[in-house]
């Protein structure tokens, strides 16, 4: 495959000013719009530890939910190639950021427990193994400065309705 480079825009709007704008640490809201043309917009603010709003997207859990997608087409695809039906698939992602007293922070560790439902018993263990190479091509976890961990589970649901 020849070297390809692919561009994303997406603009985010600051729709939380109060009357004041940032006169004060206080007096405005973290709020925000995320737009990508042609899609739903998604409401942001900041974490609730921040002064933002629970209701909204924070830019944490919207990196978090990126590493664990990327990680979950990569790992579809390569099932698809290898032969092995996935008929179900969710991850309860989770990730630790660390603040120093300054303010600036990082994300330290995100680890993903995607569980996976397939048809084939046999294909249990190829089904765990390609885990790793779907770590290898995601594109997100590529451009992390941090280890993404899984501890994956399988499930077999063979069309007998038996599990295993």
Known sequence: MAHQEHSYQVSVTWSGNLGKGTATYGAYSRDH???????????????????????RYNPEELFLSSLSACHMLWYLHLCAEAGIAVTAYSDA?????????????????????????????????????????AQRFCF???????????????????????FY
């Open 33 to 55: 719009m995320i737009n990508v043309e042609g899609k739903p917009v998604i409401p942001g603010s900041s974490d609730p530890a921040f002064r933002g709003d629970a209701k």
């Open 140 to 162: 997100i976890a590529n451009s992390v400065s941090f280890p993404v961990e899984h501890q994956p589970e399988i499930i077999v649901n063979q069309e007998d309705g038996n």
């Open 93 to 133: 992602a989770s990730g630790s950021m660390k603040t120093e007293p300054d303010g600036n922070g990082r994300f330290t560790r995100v680890v993903l427990h995607p569980v996976v439902t397939i048809t084939d018993a046999s294909k249990a263990t190829p089904a765990m193994e390609l885990h790793k190479q």
